[in-house]
């Protein structure tokens, strides 16, 4: 079984992309795995194409749910064994990383597995590069230079919000963390061209942070939205958050019910994406609506929910 | 670009996106005025949203105005206007008094 591990940063355009090549036919039958940090997911919900679909929330599968990741990868398995000669088999497995993965450690983890190393070939490591917000993240995140480093395929997501210069430096800063990996680009998930290059633009001068222990670790936070947290409260608090603290609040994503529909809601630091309109819940029935994940690191998880109940008119120390 | 694999994104500011309809909109604008009022007064600020007209009013105690579009300007106005970083996060709005955290 071919395995294809789809990474990158949070908020890269992970699942976006996943979406497109799902609806254009790539990946054929392939059974998608989706990782989440959050207990909460939320990325499966735009996933509805897959034939078929696990969701492995609440752990990062390179680090903490790495177990659960090796049990579901041998169910797959065990799964497909179990078909007759003669029956359709399943042939590919696409799995989408948690934002804070090393897609490295995950393969690492897959090949040196007794039983899945068997049964499943890794042959293709695909990370998706936010063209916004990379290299930021390439000066300070040790993370996000691993996740570069272990691609065989980089895909440049977001084209179409950067200029060429940037765009430009970008891309020759990744042609020197990984000379070998393939470049491509991509708006909305749908294949894009890349600008022809302007004259010799240099890759950017990343700082050493190979030792760097100082930041603290990016968690995520869940926030419920009870009955006396409306939309326009909510908006309110989450617009003054990502204002003062979007370079600590890296992602903030989740569904919300409102007058206008569910609403999809997704930001990348201070980027907020117009929120997508979901149809009403059919199938995923277990699915929680009103729950917002927040990930980013510099503040107490805490703190969120007392702010945004103090932004709602609520009492500033009330807790769930 | 695709358009097609995905659902449809509401329209405008996505802090007005929970408003599909007329009196929806405007009833959402009154109650942005007025989560506003609550949380500017102890930034010496204050707000208005009429309805008559786009944008919000900020003003000052001493006076000053500014009209803004939107929420993201809203925030940025009031750091212009008071000198001082805005923050949902300061002690003030997480129940441990007056003081910046």
Redesign the interface.
Known sequence: MRLTVLGGYLGSGKTTWLRHQLHAGQFGDAHIVVNEAAETPIDDALLSQAKQLSVLAGGCACCDAKSQLITLLREICDERSNIESGGKRLNQIVLETSGLADPGAIVDAVCTDAVLVHHILVIEIVVAVDSLHALDQLRTEPLGRRQIETADRLILTKVDEVDTEPLMRLRATLAVLNPGASVSAAIKGSNSDLPSAIGDVLPEELPDISGATSRPPIFPARIVLDDTIDWTAFSVWLSALLYARGDDVVRVKGVVRTPAGRLLLQSVRRAVQSPEILPEQTNDANREDNVIVVIGRGYRAEDLTKSLRSFSGDRADRTD | ????????????H????????AP?RLR?RF??AQ??Q??LPALGLSAHDGGQVPGIQISTLSGHHEIVRD??E???AAERMTGK?????DRR???GGDEEA
Do not use: H, Q, Y
Request: hydrophobic share 50%.
């Open positions: 670009m695709c358009s097609s694999c995905g659902f449809p994104a509401a329209p405008g996505w802090t007005e996106a929970g408003a599909a309809t929806d959402s109650r942005r989560v506003l609550a949380i929420l993201d809203v925030w940025a970083k805005i923050d949902p996060l709005f997480i129940g």
